[in-house]
């Protein structure tokens, strides 16, 4: 098989990998278990970025590559594990919407993010390159993880649980990006996920602090901040 | 000119590390030497540019293709000078005054935020420029309001006041631009300026714009932030912020009405001359009868900035009529913006210095401060002769100019200018005579007299460096009055006016309208006069037997009480009672009646305040609607995270089914 032909395959391996790990979040309870997706969604990520390196033959994108692998693939996960450890309470308990109706959730989310991306998919296959070809049938796949990340954020009450929608929603923000710009400049993709690795060890920290202070991290006990 | 530019710029981030990295003892000498060196930057760049040079500094934005270009002109560069050198005298005040919070880190790094902001605005050559330095201003001088906010429920509120208003000027400012811009298809004033005066968008414009920079500026009815802002921000920063700052209104003013839209409809004249008037007498009417001391020199603010845009209304409004006149209404304007500055300057650091000794800003509990504060009081005196506009100061040379414009306007040929002269001498006679009283209130009830408080009685005199600040400030005032020809030549030179010079000892010529006024001429001819009379009574008074006053029946009098003088408040009662309808105080009398007998008065309290009338009629109402909007919504925004998130991915859904059918 050509160089193409392996980045092809591996582009499509990687995309379903995302969404179903995308999937999985949503049907999981237990944050141990979260953690452990998003690591391999974060390797699905990186690999992702390995079949755009080589269609395009872009050395730098190899490095971006290894860059997504070191944080979203291995340190993010274990910040999220450590979390976790440090609350103490690995279940989420209290979901707003059970695990079944999660699924049909994101069934609804993907339809509507195939319907919705037609035209950037006929936008970009006009470009060419890359881009032009089956990267651009996979753009759905970014938006259906914004989507589902937003529903876990909103479906959840424990923080770290809405910390694991936020990375969601990133991944496939990151996701969009790679397909549609055959690429992202080393410099962005770093900014961009070192923020990430931020807000990550902040909500972290908050929410074992939060446990301390309160016991049970339920967001919604936090109203009082308003007017 | 490149070079002042990027100082300044250099000098205020040097200032602010220091404000944020040097010790607590040592902060305040560091910072305020970079900040004042930030001011000696902007100042120096005002020179140049008013002297002529040109040239721009272009920085480079985070935004691709989009660059900050900053190239002030001669006019900007007037306004430049203003705020560099009240900012210099500003930051030398603050390093003897600044102490416990007001000199805390964020306090530090915000003044020369503040002043920076401040010198860039006149500075900027295009819109994205001019807005980013408006923002730094505005920014700047709201943490300076908030200094006190943890102690003052007030101070919260003033700030409140402010930071609102300020936002909504910026809107307002921002739309005004927008509109202009959408016209021409430029950001950069030069080319802004090729829209069309007369078209309906232009009036559009210089609305939203008037009303922005208006509020900026102070003037009536959009002034309400000003007499709580100055009061409650520390003394340095309602120095800068009512010397310079306002005028960054006036030059927004000027720069819609010269630069960007000259040769506009009359009616905007018209509104300008009216909001000026407006501004002048009611801004006067309420320092008049203001005793809380900050509070009347930020309702003087108002007044003369109603003087300053009156004086720029008669200008536009007489150059199809009066060349000669109207160029002169022009200079008094910028002779008003100079002359305000100093002696709001020097007036504003005096109160702060009297607030240090005393504690107080209420005249009422205020008196005998000639005899500690003799530095103060001197500087505060000259400030006060100047806001009162009498020889010699700046202020007089201003007046003295703008009401020679408007009497040399007659036999005009329009209605509408026939009308609005006489009407305009009307208010500023009216004004001049009123600041007059204003000043001697203030003057006279805070120095002179017998202290009325503890705290007045056992004032000390503050140090050396804010008496600098103070006295150098109080000398330009007499400086600006006693030589007015080189500084009238220079801003006649700023906007482009002919037929202005020196005469004698520094006087002025105005060729335009025949006229010379020579101060120190002036002032010894005056002196010749009056000193055989002072002589001639000396000599008298020696031939009259000496005699020793001794009550033989002191009728009350070998009991006075500080109680017993006059107060502000019962100075200003006359003029309260001619202007009641105006002003519509609330008095209360309170009678405690001895318990044995309902005749006989235990105690009787008497109280009245002044409220803004204007703000309880005009600004109340529309407050109270956007409460009970703001209550509407606080139905929906009930604290849960969660539901907020769900809001926003809820629209987010919405708007891709919509974008997707």
Known sequence: MSLDGLATQLLALSTGALLLTAALLVWRRSLAAAARLLAVQGVALAALVVSIAAAERDAELLGVAAVVLALKGVVIP?????????????????????????LVGVTLLATLAYLVSRPITQATAGIGGTAAGPAAFAVPVGLTMVLVGLLLVVTRRRALSQLVGFLVLDNGIATVAFLTAAGVPFVVELGVSLDVLLVALILAVLSGRLHAALGAVSVDELNELRD | MTAPLVAQLALALVAVLAAVAAPDRIRGAVAGTATLATAAAGAWAGVLALGGATGALEVPSALPG?????????????????????????????IGYAHGVTASRTQWAALPVFLLGMQLVPAAGDLVAFLLAWELMAGGSTVLVLAEHSRRAQTREAALWYAVTTHLSMLAILGGFAVLAAQTGATDFAGLAAADPRSAAASLAFVLLAVGFGTKAGVVPLHVWLPRAHP??????SAAMSAAMVKMGVYGLLLVTLRLLPGGPTWWAAVLVGVGALSAVYGILQAAVASDLKRLLAYSTSENVGLIVLALGMALLLRDEADAPASLALLACLLLVVSHAAFKTTLFLGAGAVLRATGERDLDRLGGLAHRMPWTTAAFGLGALGAAALPVTGGFVAEWTLLQAMIHAAEPGERVVAATVPLALGVIALTAGLALLTFVKAFGIAFLARPRSLGAETAREVPVGMRVAMVASGVAVVGLGVAPGPVAAGLAQAVGVDGVGSAGLGGVTLDGVGAVLDPVALAVLSVAVVLPAIVASAVLARRRPR????????CGRIRTSPRMQYTATSYAEPLMRVFDDALQPTRDIEVTHVAES???????????RVDDVVEVRLYAPVIRVADRVADAARRVQNGSITRYLAFAFAALVVVLVVVSR
Do not use: C, I, K
Request: net charge positive.
């Open chain 2, 598 to 608: 309902q005749y006989l008065a235990d105690r009787v309290q008497y109280s009245q």
């Open chain 2, 547 to 554: 005699t020793v006053g001794a009550p033989a029946w002191g």
């Open chain 1, 78 to 102: 274990l910040v999220l594990g450590r979390g976790v450890r440090a609350t103490g309470v690995d279940r989420e308990n209290a979901l707003r919407v059970n695990p079944t109706s999660g």
């Open chain 2, 232 to 237: 409650e921000a520390p003394s340095h920063a």
């Open chain 2, 66 to 94: 989009v660059v900050l270009r900053l190239a002030p002109d001669r006019l900007g560069g007037l306004f430049m000078l203003v705020a560099g050198v009240v900012g210099a005298a500003v930051a030398v005040y603050a």
